[in-house]
Each structure stands twice: as structure tokens, then as C-alpha cells.
């Protein structure tokens, strides 16, 4: 098999690959350059009803399968995703902009690595039974829900998209799924593996299109399920605003905005070279990066100095030079979404210590989205600059005296997805991690990923838990029986 980026971008439906029902399509650009480079599908309501119907009829074999058949299918896809790594980065990057090592070091093996976690988890989930004194036993069962739909973002695109398509799979789910149309071409390549690796036909539906006409279809679909979306805050609010009262399961994994509180006490070096990752990987467009910069007042001129002189020296360039640190921005609408935080910093009066400005690409990325690493100082808690997600390379740095003072700076936003601790007081580290309101806590550490653990936020950040049993558990209903012996 030859994984090649096609012109044409086509719809997965009933283990075939179909063009849109109304056979219309849309642009899809390479950041990097400003460059169409390709068209995929602008799927409707009828290419959902369509992979609906191949999903329905597959689910009672799928449903049934043994462990051992499912798992054979699921580990068969993560060994073609790990042979077919260099070809999956490469369109990972043209769709991004991320650095093509970036893609090759974490985006295509986590990917692999969620079906394989999947594919033996499967094999090993329990359900719990309960003896009553009188002789009466309950046995629970875990039971597939039927057909479902995932709906992931642009930033992570075959990342997060496996991330949410393998449990459901490996739960024995049928899926009917939708990655970004701003970042579809490994979506479309995952198609291509699935054949190879022998899923049957229905078990796995991958439509392209926008929200309003295709994820609005999958969402408010009856016979669809459940829901797992990652996104933004405001599609999220409007996804449970339909699915609720369908009764729907929802899964929402939404935006953040992370206090990185960094103490005086702080292993300085490591803590140094991880705040820059946390700030700037991924341009800044992960939803677990520590935008929101809290430093202990005695080592806040210090911390400052330094980590402006370090953040100098990310080379922004084109994606496909192994030099670069950062790429570009993930497409022009999400480009002036960015730069207009920065204006708006500015009005609130905060200082630009670094960056701010657009970058003028050379050679093949004359006119790709490029922006700064940008620092920034002098705002308060409360302005909409601290309070709503850029996703960008864009943070802000604030002092505090105590520890109270840092978790009243922590605890201000509306989110709670993620927090990251610096210190060497081990009695502080768990104190401030029970007391900081997000579902995510690292310490000393930052996006270190296991992936048994529970993984969601509080607040605005979403609902719900992925990740381990709990994403198993999410894709199965509960159904209790109770046995008078």
C-alpha cells in the first residue's frame, strides 16, 4: 500500500471510498504556503444518513466479535500506522504546520500507540459482580451502545482523531466520525489502512465536511448514540444544547486556559526548558499549554530575563526544515483570530516583551501563517486576555507573593483543563494539586501522557472523562442483573 496525499479527498462509507453525496468540496490549504493543495468532501446530511445505514448493518457482527478477532484488526492498524510513519507526518505537516519532526516524534506514534492501548485493553475489561447475603448475585454487563459519533479538532488531528475512534472500536461500537476540515488528509490516509488492515466494511465511517452541514448532521442524528467531541468551548455548549434532550451520551473535551505556577523552590533548569515547550509546542495550539505564566514575586525578574532570551531563539520557519521549532499557525482564519488577541492585549494595556508581530515567510512559505513566539506582561487576572483561550504562541507572565495569591491567579478562569506545578517541596506540590480546580494536574513535569489514566477538565474545560476504562466505559452502557439463586 502507498500512502499518497490525493487531490481529491473521499468519504469512507460502508468499507468503500465515495465522493460527497452532492458532489461538492472544499479548499483545503497547506498553512505553511497559503496553497489550495487539495479538495475534500463538503458532506451533507445525506452522506450521514448514508454512513448511518453501513454503520447500523455492521454493528450486530462487530458487536459480537470475539476479543481476540477485534484485537488481531485493532494491533493490525497500529503496525501499518507505525510502517506508514513517514508518509502519515509528511500530511500531518502540510495540513498543520507543525514541524515534520514534531509530527514523526509524537503525532503519528501516539496515534499507533492509542490503537494498541486499545486494542489490548479490550482484552483485559472486567465487569463487577456482588454476592447478597441471602444467596442473590448481580452481575453487571458492559454492552456496546450501537452507532456512534467522534468528532475531533485541527490541532492533533490523527492523534486525537485515534484517540477517540480506537476505544469505541475496540468496545465494539460502530463509528461514524468526522476529523477537522481543516486538517482531513490522515483521516482520509486512516481510511485507506483500515481496508488494509481488514475492518470490516461499516465498522468505521470517516465523513469530511464542515460543522454546520456535516458534524451538526452527526450530532443531531437519531440514531447515533453518543458523542465524543474535542473543540472549542462554544461548539461544545451548542452540541449538548442538541444532544441532551435526545439523551444522548456526551464526551466533551473543550478549551483551556492553564496556570503554569512556577515556586521559587523550582528545579530552575528543567523548569526553564519545559515552560518553553508548554508555551510554544504546537504554535501554541494544544489545549494543555501553560498560557498563563504565575511566578513567585522573588524570582519573577529573574525567570523573565531568561525565559525571554531563550524564547529569542525559536526559529519559526518552514515545517519541513528540521531547524525550525515552531511552524506556521494552523490556517488564516485561526492566524487573524490570533493576531486580534494580540491587539487586544495591547488596548488592555498589557507590554509586549517578545514578539507580537506576523512573520514573513521566505522561498516556498512567502505567504504562509507565521507568528512570533509572543510574551506578555502587565495584565490582570480579570481582562479578556487572561481569561479567553488564544491558542496561539502567546502567553502571559504574573507575580505572586504567596501561596494563597497564587492559587486566587490559578483558579480566576472559567477553565479547568490543566495545571503545572514547579517545586521541590514535596508537601506543597500535593497541597497546591488538591487545591488548583483543573481535571489535570502535572508536577514538575509537563504533557507526560499515561494513557490508563482518567483525562478531562472541570468548568468550561468540558464534561466527561477519556482515557483508560474510562473511555471504554464511556462507549459501553451499564446494564445490571440480578440473580435470585
Same mark, same amino acid.
Given at each position: ?8 479527498i ?6 468503500e471510498?465515495?465522493?460527497?453525496a ?12 497559503g496553497?489550495v ?10 452522506d ?9 448493518a ?7 466479535t ?8 485493532l ?6 500506522i507505525?510502517?506508514?510513519?513517514d508518509?502519515l507526518?509528511l500530511?500531518e ?11 514523526k ?17 479490550l ?5 463487577e ?6 444467596? @442473590? ?16 479538532p485541527w490541532n ?5 482523531f ?33 481496508k488494509?488492515a481488514?475492518l ?29 467531541? @474535542?473543540?472549542s468551548?462554544?461548539a ?13 451520551k ?10 503554569n ?42 525567570f ?8 529569542k ?10 531547524n ?11 492566524f ?7 491587539e487586544?492585549a ?8 517578545l ?16 507568528i ?7 495584565l ?13 504562541p502567546?502567553?502571559?507572565?504574573q507575580?505572586?507573593?504567596?501561596e ?6 490559578a ?20 497541597r ?5 480546580h483543573s ?46 439463586l
Open positions: 500500500m502507498d500512502l499518497k496525499a490525493p487531490e481529491k473521499l468519504n469512507y462509507i460502508g468499507g471510498l465515495k465522493a460527497p452532492n458532489g461538492k468540496y472544499i479548499d483545503n490549504v497547506n498553512p505553511a504556503t496553497d493543495y487539495s479538495y475534500i468532501p463538503d458532506s451533507t446530511a445525506q450521514v444518513e448514508d454512513a448511518v445505514a453501513a454503520a447500523k455492521a454493528f450486530p457482527a462487530w458487536s459480537t470475539p476479543a481476540e478477532e477485534k484485537f488481531r484488526i494491533n493490525r492498524i497500529a503496525e501499518l507505525d510502517q506508514h510513519l508518509a507526518a500530511a505537516t502540510n495540513d498543520n504546520g507543525k514541524p515534520l519532526w514534531l509530527s516524534r509524537v503525532d503519528i506514534p501516539r496515534a499507533s500507540s492509542n490503537f494498541r492501548f486499545f486494542a489490548t485493553g482484552m483485559h475489561f472486567a465487569t459482580s456482588h454476592n447478597m447475603e441471602n444467596g @442473590t448475585i448481580n452481575y453487571t454487563l458492559r454492552q456496546p451502545i450501537g452507532v456512534v459519533g467522534c468528532i475531533s492533533l488531528p490523527l492523534y486525537l485515534t484517540w477517540k475512534i480506537a476505544p469505541a472500536l475496540a468496545a465494539g461500537n460502530c463509528v461514524v466520525s468526522k476529523p477537522s476540515e481543516v486538517t482531513p488528509m490522515t483521516g482520509y490516509l486512516l481510511s485507506l489502512i483500515c488494509e481488514g470490516p466494511a461499516g465498522v468505521l465511517n470517516i465523513l469530511h465536511g464542515n460543522g454546520p452541514n456535516c458534524g451538526s448532521a452527526i450530532v443531531s442524528h437519531p440514531e447515533i448514540k453518543a458523542i465524543s467531541f @474535542t473543540g468551548t462554544r461544545g455548549k451548542e452540541i449538548a444544547a442538541v444532544a441532551a434532550p435526545m439523551f444522548k456526551i464526551s466533551l473535551e473543550l478549551g483551556g486556559k492553564n496556570p505556577i512556577i515556586f521559587a523552590d523550582c528545579d530552575w533548569e528543567k523548569m526553564m526548558r519545559t515552560t518553553l515547550q508548554s508555551s510554544f509546542a504546537n504554535q501554541g495550539q494544544i489545549c494543555l499549554c501553560g498560557s498563563r505564566i504565575l511566578v513567585e514575586e522573588s524570582i519573577y525578574e529573574k523573565k530575563a531568561e525565559f525571554i532570551e531563550k524564547a531563539k525559536l526559529t519559526v520557519g518552514d515545517p519541513l526544515d528540521d525550525s521549532r515552531q511552524g506556521a499557525v494552523v490556517s488564516k482564519m485561526h487573524d483570530k490570533v493576531m486580534s488577541c494580540i487586544l495591547k488596548q488592555e494595556g498589557g507590554k509586549i516583551l514578539g507580537g508581530n506576523a512573520i514573513k515567510g521566505t522561498g516556498r512559505c512567502e505567504n504562509g501563517y507565521f512570533e513566539p509572543t510574551i506578555i506582561e502587565g490582570g487576572p480579570n481582562c479578556r486576555t487572561n481569561m479567553e483561550e488564544i491558542f496561539g502567546v502567553v502571559t507572565i507575580s505572586f507573593k504567596t494563597d495569591e497564587a492559587m486566587e491567579l483558579n480566576c478562569s472559567e477553565y479547568g483543563l490543566a495545571a503545572t506545578i514547579w517545586t521541590q517541596d514535596v508537601s506543597r506540590a500535593n497546591v494539586a488538591a487545591k488548583v481535571g489535570i494536574i502535572w508536577v514538575n513535569c509537563w504533557l507526560l501522557r499515561d494513557l490508563r489514566t482518567p483525562f478531562g477538565g472541570f468548568k468550561n474545560s468540558g464534561v466527561g472523562r477519556e482515557g483508560g476504562w474510562d473511555a471504554l466505559k464511556f462507549f459501553t452502557d451499564v446494564k445490571n442483573v440480578c440473580i435470585d
